[in-house]
């Protein structure tokens, strides 16, 4: 029988409560911070946190084996993403800023440990991720995405810590923050609604939520690709792990795009020639990729080697 994690059961639903209460305070609340409306970043990571926590909370439920283990890691990342959150609304509830802030002794102590809690989250998900390794997750297209969708989630959360480094601009005038969000310009300029992504210069929030989601992502994608399966039997085992495996190396191939736009100082508003024939050649490609794989004749899946 299969066992959802209760911990991260109920931290979702925790923060999907506050993102309600949140979003409230977002409309009355008319102050500012760094250019954003003042409970913009509480409402994002409510809603983010609230989407991890169900995801990991089933990722742990599929686990054939370890499964002690990986109850054990889905508690410690609860209590992380709780401890995390309670820094962030604390921090929106007296209008200062809880990121990359270590102008005083308690500023940066408490930014220590949202790093050590969102650290040790990676962590825990790493070792769910390893156990999905271990566990039988159905067939190959299952198998793969949801593997890949760690994989991947794994390299988007970990890109978080190219924020955390000081810019040359605050080493040279130090004022209490060390670390941004933006490449190329400091933080609290003209951004996208709710988002805040810069529309100015390059934005590493940009890969990072990218990649993390890829948790979901891809899981969905074969979801729908076996309900498809259903009312279109041409979608077999042999061609769900093809477009799978499409879906899962674009997916990269947009993360690595992202990324070097980020670190390019570009803006995502306003991409470079060279960035929208990267994208195009990426969306192309896998369209081709797609379309070829479906209307080429199927193997038997037991002749599809296993994936890594």
């Known amino acids: 029988m299969t066992t959802w994690h209760r911990p991260l059961l109920i931290s979702a639903a925790v923060m999907a409560a506050l993102a309600v209460v949140v979003a409230v305070l977002l409309v009355v609340d008319p102050r500012e911070l760094t250019g954003m409306p003042l409970w913009a970043k509480p409402l994002k990571f409510a809603i983010s946190t609230a989407i991890y926590c169900f995801t990991l909370a089933w990722l742990i439920s599929l686990l ?14 609860a209590a992380g993403i709780v401890l995390e959150m309670v820094i962030i609304v604390g921090f929106a509830a007296v209008a200062d800023t809880s990121h990359f802030n270590v102008s005083t002794p308690l500023h940066t102590t408490l930014w220590a440990v949202m790093a050590a809690g969102i650290t040790t989250v990676w962590v825990m998900t790493l070792v769910v991720g390893i156990a999905l390794f271990r566990s039988r997750l159905g067939d190959r297209a299952r198998s793969v995405a949801i593997r890949a969708g760690v994989v991947i989630g794994l390299v988007g959360m970990a890109l978080a810590f ?106 995502i508003a ?39």
């Open 64 to 77: 054939t084996t370890a499964k002690r283990i990986g109850w054990i890691a889905g508690t410690v990342a």
């Open 162 to 267: 190219l924020m955390t480094g000081p810019t040359a601009q605050q080493l040279d005038d130090f004022q209490g923050i060390a670390g941004a969000h933006t490449v190329g310009l400091a933080d609290g300029g003209p951004g996208l609604p709710i988002l805040g992504w810069s529309t100015e210069s390059g934005d590493l929030r940009i890969p990072h939520f990218i990649g993390m989601h890829a948790l979901q992502a891809l899981p969905l994608v074969v979801i729908a690709l076996e309900l498809l399966a259903r009312r279109w039997p041409r979608l077999d085992a042999v061609r769900r792990l093809r477009l799978v495996w499409i879906a899962t190396g674009a997916y990269a191939a947009v993360l690595a795009l992202v990324t070097v736009q980020a670190l390019a100082g570009e803006s």
């Open 270 to 308: 306003h991409p470079s020639g060279l960035t929208v024939l990267a994208g195009s050649i990426i969306a192309v490609v896998a369209a081709g990729a797609a379309v070829g794989s479906i209307a080429a004749p199927a193997r038997s899946e037991s002749a599809v080697p296993t994936p890594r």
